[in-house]
């Protein structure tokens, strides 16, 4: 009876404990002007259930029925009512997610200039005096992030030399050490980020 006892304890200690439910995430509102972060947010959420698979099945493999409703049920949560009225006929909830980007990244054309658009605002884009490393950082990825929803990716070295091109003359002296002693095709953004900001931190002083 002990050894069964300590084997059922064990059992229970090695019990996986559930996952909160989906009921108690709270559900962002697609908008017009928030498609790229809400899309994110979504995403985090589906998968952290186990239901992205839903959106972007392996190949050849079934989706559960059970599974495709749980995501249609909580894409539904997400919508406003008039946007709810335009894609109720979507069968699946593959089909409702793509509905939904369409309307919000546009056809190939409207994409495609919009890219465009983003681009050239992503190549003019320079550090401000009074930009902290950290908010021109975000700006950057805030541009990458837009970039991927249109279907390009900046690659992580783009970025970096993006963001030690743009920087104020206050950082030429860490921005020629960073050049000359770091391969650029790969060190990380963080990395670079990182050292950005101490060498900002030692100039206040």
Known sequence: MAGEDATNSN????????????????????KTTNYTVWAIQIKVVLEAHGLWETIEPKED??????????????LY????????????????????WESL?????????VQQARLQSL?????????????????????LNGYATKAKELGKTLD????????????????????????QTSDLDDITLDEITGKLKAFEERIKL
């Not at 992580?156 to 743009?166: A, M």
Request: hydrophobic share 35%.
């Open 11 to 30: 059992n229970a200690s090695n019990t996986i404990k559930p996952i909160t439910p989906m009921a108690q995430y709270q559900c962002p509102k697609l």
């Open 61 to 74: 493999t079934e989706i559960d029925n059970k599974k495709d409703k749980a995501t249609t049920a909580f």
């Open 77 to 96: 949560q997400a919508l406003t009512e008039d946007v709810i009225l335009q894609v109720a006929s979507c069968k699946t909830a593959k089909e409702l």
């Open 101 to 109: 980007k369409k309307r919000h990244v546009g056809e190939e054309k």
């Open 119 to 139: 681009m050239i605002g992503f190549n003019t884009l320079q550090m401000k005096d009074d930009d902290t490393v950290d908010a021109f950082t975000a700006k």
């Open 156 to 179: 992580e070295s783009l970025l970096v030399r993006k963001l030690l091109d743009s920087t104020p003359d206050r950082f030429i002296q860490i921005v020629a050490s960073i050049e």
